[in-house]
């Protein structure tokens, strides 16, 4: 094993040139230290739908200079099998960065790999907020896009998130084919991180993007007519790029005045320094802005995740108290879907508008549009399917104007057909304004009075942690062994019957007449999906990126204890009956 982790070692040691990374894996070899080799050189890091994202570190499987050449010089290839080089040096690709460490070495090392390869660049030379590079393919009619970010994984880690030219995150064939391509073209062919900045095939026009940017929020912010001199909010951009994308918000909207920004988290800061993680779904990410709003008495809290492709909110309870409802995912995805039923022009079918959402996030959105007359749009998770369904239905004729997941992700797809937390964050704070002056509510209101009239939906979401894939593998064929003779799946979970079953791996769906399910299945992942008696629905699946099972339960009741016992009675059932812990091998977290 070692012989072959030295040889692997030696590669690496030949391909590259960056000083740093070289003494971390030399410092290996003479410590002899094969484990810690074998880690980092036996796979190679995995370009899958999401691109790339690890710990920055020397190896193959890891975030670094030779990894993200070698990603680059792969997916240079794989355009140009794709369009070929004419189009390639005249339509181009756009490159972007965040604030991490070594992400703006990474987005000059990606271009330099393009421009080698007699691919045009739009390159972005200042910090940009990630949905900036999707929009940059659709304003400039380019052919692929890169963003080099980790969203809002921890400090040590960065990402490589890829575009098609449809603006949407990278779907299946597209991400084998680059992989193959990475794997035929492994040996870096320029390491001149300065090339952007002399190259004629690189076009720098970050503020014509910017500006065209925000004009696309016209058709959803214009028309508040609410009173804007005075309506205050906290803003913290997480210590990430946010805050200058914000300010524009404000001004657009009138609102310079009246936002707050948490100075402690305002400016970009690879290292996070106030929060455990920099994610504003984590508990205590948002304590500094609630702070500073309970301090001067502010109702609404709006937060972004360092990349401000997320959006979160909290809502002051009742005035002069420090008592704040940071409000889910799921809560803010439904008041987003209200208002734009609200404010949906009278002169267009409604039959039209689309709403989309994905299949771990909340019914309620569904429930709306089966009472409202409008199309609702199931997709699998992430905004790779939620972007690519959307265009899909804008072909067919549907006015796809909006898609949500539970994990604080908003698309508004005239602006980008991706999640976007900047243009949430000003299409947020129109809602509540204009709610303010319809009905004098808060968005907190709002959405009691969306449960008052669709139905109350209470989530319980929560994972096991997996020892290891083997054992997710093994855990899923035990459920699916819990039939019973010649049932193709098992009839009750704890008191309640099983009234449809999915599952999005063996592909099969009781619902549909052929047993066929409308998703796509894969065989590469574990996901289950059953709707009970008693209106409960719940997927559970197998996480891509963590050694987890994630469970997604709703249940949906007249009033809010019940769908809140629902939904906890089927998490204590499904922990009894199909995760058994104490069986399995599997962690409570």
């Known amino acids: 094993m070692s012989a072959t982790i030295l040889e692997k070692a030696a590669n690496w040691l030949e391909v590259d040139k960056n000083e740093t990374t070289r003494a971390e894996i030399q ?73 991490r460490h070594n992400s703006a070495r990474f987005a000059r090392l990606t271009a330099a790999a393009f421009i080698t390869q007699g691919i045009k660049v739009y390159f972005y ?58 794997e035929q073209n492994l040996i870096p062919l320029s390491w001149d991180a300065e090339l952007v900045d002399t ?25 508040s007519g609410a009173e804007k001199s005075h309506f205050p909010f906290v803003y913290t951009p997480m210590h990430g790029v946010g805050l200058e994308a914000m300010k524009h918000n404000a001004l657009i909207l009138g609102l310079q005045e009246s936002m707050h920004v948490v100075e402690e988290q ?24 609630i702070s500073l709003a309970t301090k001067h008495n502010i109702p609404l809290v709006v937060a972004s995740d360092p990349d401000a492709d997320r959006f979160a909110a909290a809502i002051q309870v009742s005035p002069g108290t420090s008592n704040y409802t940071v409000l889910t ?86 602006i980008v057909p991706d999640k976007d937390g900047i243009s949430a964050a000003a299409i947020f704070l129109t809602a509540a304004q204009h709610w303010k002056k319809t009905e004098n509510i808060n968005p907190l209101q709002k959405l ?29 064929t035990e459920i699916r062994n819990l039939k019973a003779g010649d049932r193709k799946f098992p009839e009750f979970l704890g008191r309640r019957k099983i009234t449809r079953w999915r599952d999005l791996t063996t592909g099969w769906d009781s619902a549909t007449s052929d047993g066929v399910p409308k998703l796509p299945s894969s065989s590469s992942s574990e996901m289950i999906t059953c709707e009970l008696e008693g209106g409960v629905r719940f997927s559970v699946r197998g996480s891509g990126t963590e050694p987890k099972i994630k469970m997604y339960i709703e249940c949906k009741a007249t009033t809010r204890e019940e769908a809140r016992a629902g939904a906890d009675e089927v998490a204590a059932d499904l922990e009894r009956e199909w995760f058994r812990p104490e069986v399995t091998g599997l962690r409570k977290p």
């Open 266 to 289: 305002a400016h970009p800061d690879p290292n996070f320094p106030t929060v455990k993680f920099p994610n504003p779904e984590e508990k205590g990410a948002l304590d500094l802005a």
């Open 448 to 476: 009691e009075n969306l449960y008052e009239k669709y139905g109350f939906f209470e989530s319980h979401n929560n994972y096991f942690i997996s020892p290891s894939p083997k054992i997710t593998s093994h855990v899923f």
């Open 199 to 223: 190259s004629p095939l690189v076009v720098k026009k970050l503020p014509e993007v910017r500006a065209a940017y925000f004009k696309s929020f016209e058709p959803f912010v214009s028309s």
């Open 329 to 414: 995912g799921n809560q803010l995805g439904i008041l987003f879907g209200s208002y734009i039923l609200e404010t949906y022009p009278a002169s267009k079918d409604k039959s039209k508008l689309a709403m989309l959402a994905s299949t771990v996030s909340s019914q309620m959105l569904s429930s709306m549009a089966h009472a409202e007359g409008f199309h609702f749009e199931e997709t699998l998770t992430g905004f790779k399917w939620l972007g690519n369904v959307a265009l899909q239905l804008q072909e067919q004729g549907y006015d796809a104007i909006y898609a949500f997941e539970e994990a604080i992700g908003y698309m508004f797809s005239p």
């Open 27 to 99: 410092s290996l070899i003479d410590a002899k230290d094969y484990a810690e080799l074998t880690n980092r050189l036996d796979e190679r890091i995995v370009f899958g739908t999401a691109g790339l994202r690890a710990k920055m570190q020397a190896g193959f499987s890891c975030m670094n200079d030779v990894t993200v050449i070698q990603a680059s010089q792969g997916l240079g290839a794989y355009i140009l099998s794709q369009f070929g080089k004419e189009v390639a040096a005249a339509r181009g690709v756009v490159v972007g960065h965040d604030h």
């Open 125 to 182: 030379d200042e910090l940009v907020h990630t949905p900036l590079v999707p929009f940059g393919i659709k304003h400039f009619k380019a052919l692929a896009g890169v963003m080099i970010t980790a969203s809002h994984n921890p400090a040590q880690d960065n990402g490589y998130k890829v575009y098609w030219e449809n603006a949407c995150q990278i779907i299946p064939p597209h991400d084998a084919g680059i992989f193959t391509m990475i």
